[in-house]
C-alpha cells in the first residue's frame, strides 16, 4: 500500500473532468448523481489519484455523496472542486479499510 499522501491537486482534477462530462451528459437527462456518475465512469482515475488500488464502486459513491451534501450547505466561495478535492483529501484515508470506517 503507498503511504504518500493524497496529493489534492491530482483529486481536484478528477472530480473537475468528471464534473465537466456530468455536466454535459445531464443535458442528455441521465437519471444518475454525480457520485454514480464519477464512480461508474472515472473509478480508475479516483483509485490511482487517492492512491488506494482496493477503493469500490460503492466506497467511491459514498465518500462523494458525503462530500456533495457538505459541499451543497457550505457557506465559502472556494470552487466546488477544490472544496471537494479538500473534503476528500481530508475523509479518506490511504487504505480501503479506513475508508470502510468512514463510510
Not at 455523496?65 to 459541499?71: I, L, Q
Request: proline share 3%; with cysteine.
Amino acid at each position: 500500500m503507498n503511504t504518500k499522501p493524497i496529493r489534492k491537486t491530482v483529486v481536484r482534477k478528477v472530480l473537475e473532468d468528471t464534473g465537466y462530462a456530468y455536466t454535459l451528459t445531464c443535458e442528455s437527462h441521465v437519471n444518475s448523481d454525480y457520485a454514480d456518475f464519477a464512480s461508474t465512469q472515472a473509478l480508475e482515475s479516483f483509485k490511482a489519484a487517492l492512491k488506494n488500488p482496493e477503493l469500490t464502486y460503492d466506497d467511491l459513491c459514498k465518500i462523494l455523496r458525503k462530500a456533495s451534501n457538505r459541499a451543497s450547505s457550505r457557506q465559502c466561495k472556494t470552487p466546488w472542486s477544490m472544496f471537494m478535492a479538500n473534503y476528500i483529501s481530508k475523509h479518506c484515508n490511504n487504505n480501503s479499510s479506513s475508508v470502510r470506517q468512514n463510510k
